[in-house]
């Protein structure tokens, strides 16, 4: 009995202890984060647009180092990696045959020297003969036709030398300029054949000058505009985590080509003072300024609104002031904008607040509205909403964007165009 009374007296322990437990969230809670701002101060900053492309970096001067004559490969002094000075040795082919032809073509020159100077002499002789006409016309003319073929056939040794001669000094292969060994996918000993084939020869080596790098890039359509000849841009390498650089527009293709859906045109830009860390292959974000404005008056884009106004036929461009208690709409004049801040040219000092949300009564006034008003297939117009774009952020009307703040028909990406209608 008595263990039966403690069994229930720790049972009620528990339970009331469950019951009166302290009511506090629970540590980490995700809802119980910082609430989001809804109003910012107006500042002065720089502010700065650019679009990106990306692109692949190659070596300027890349060369497919191939035999001009069929061969096997004695001496290969050089590995991948290797950096090479103009004129030095890449490899040598073995010339023991060639040898043997220079050799041969010697012993021939020295005999057909040998047998055209005895046609000389008959020659000689024969026209003394005819003179004193001791010989007929017909034995004269054998013994010149003699001298002619002895003469011919010194002409034709001496080519053959020659052309032999040639190839001999084709068994070496030297660096056209100062270079890199980027692959080698023959060894020593190999068969190789000359460039003069039908497969274009044997590749031995491929060498590039890392001193020297571009960068082709496919620039979208909407982008090239923005481009121009020695045009200098900056450019990131993945590769190499914050590793900035510059290069040259060294030139803009006259006609679009079509990659990854995307139509656009081939651009090659000139790397200056190349990084040693950057290598063949890898990839480059390249920045294309677009508009820049040095410590302006700015505010956040959430902070712009823009409606159309039907009576005037064009599009305002309108903030929100705190002023006391309340928020007063004060129209602005929008310069430079980025994916952040809007320049304001006018309207608004450094140090006032806007707020970053349509007031209460504004939202509730559009809502209303958007109730009264009949659905119609084109949607609601004439509404507002910040950063100068459409319904949800885009700009109305058709066409591609992807810079912040346009907006209207057709294609556009920069900054700063007035928005068209659509509710936020």
């Known amino acids: 009995m008595k263990s039966i009374i403690i069994v229930i007296v720790i049972a009620a322990v528990g339970v009331a202890a469950i019951y009166f437990r302290p009511k506090t969230p629970l540590l980490g809670n995700p809802t119980s984060g910082p609430a989001r701002p809804t109003t910012a101060t107006v500042i002065q900053t720089n502010i700065s647009f650019a679009v990106n492309a990306a ?24 590995d ?61 003319d054998d013994t010149k036709t003699a001298f002619e073929l002895g003469r011919n056939a010194l002409d034709r040794s001496q080519k053959e030398l020659a052309i032999t001669e040639e190839r001999i000094t084709k068994t070496e292969v030297r660096a056209p300029f100062d270079c890199t060994v980027l692959t080698r996918p023959v060894s020593i000993g190999q068969a190789v054949s000359g460039s003069g084939g039908v497969s274009g020869g044997t590749e031995v080596l491929t060498i590039a000058d890392l001193t020297s790098m571009i960068i082709n890039a496919h620039v979208n359509q909407a982008d090239v505009p923005r481009l121009k000849e020695n045009q200098t841009v900056e450019i990131g390498v993945e590769a190499v985590t914050g590793l900035r650089v510059f ?19 081939a651009t090659r830009i000139a790397l200056k003072n190349v990084d040693p860390r950057v290598r063949p292959g890898m990839t480059a974000n390249i920045k294309i300024p677009v508009a820049s404005a040095d410590n302006v008056t700015a505010v956040p884009l959430s902070a712009v609104f823009t409606e159309r106004n039907a009576d005037a036929g064009r599009f305002e461009r309108f903030v929100y002031v705190k002023t006391d208690d309340a928020l007063a709409r004060r129209n602005v004049k929008v310069g430079v904008s980025d994916y952040f801040f809007a320049e304001i040219q006018e309207g608004l000092t450094a140090g006032e607040i806007v707020s970053l949300e349509m007031p209460k009564e504004e939202r509730e006034k559009r809502a209303k509205q958007l109730m009264e008003q009949k ?49 936020r």
């Open 55 to 78: 692109g692949e970096i190659t070596p300027a001067e890349q060369v497919s180092v191939r035999p001009e004559i069929n061969g096997r490969i004695e001496q290969l002094p050089v």
């Open 247 to 265: 290069g040259v527009v060294e030139r803009i293709a006259p006609q679009a080509t079509l990659k990854n859906n995307i139509k656009g045109f």
């Open 375 to 423: 659905p119609s297939g084109g949607g609601a117009g004439g509404g507002m909403q910040p950063g100068g774009g459409g319904q949800g952020g885009r700009p109305q009307g058709g066409g591609e964007r992807r810079g912040p703040g346009g907006g209207g028909g057709g294609e556009r990406r920069g900054p700063g165009a007035p928005g068209g209608g659509g509710t």
């Open 80 to 140: 991948i990696g290797d950096r090479v000075k103009k004129s030095d040795l890449l490899f040598k082919l073995d010339d023991q045959e060639l040898q043997n032809q220079r050799a041969s073509s010697v012993t021939a020159i020295e005999r057909a020297k040998l047998e055209l100077a005895k046609a000389e002499r008959d020659l000689k002789r024969a026209q003394k003969l005819l003179d004193d006409k001791l010989i007929s016309q017909e034995l004269f």
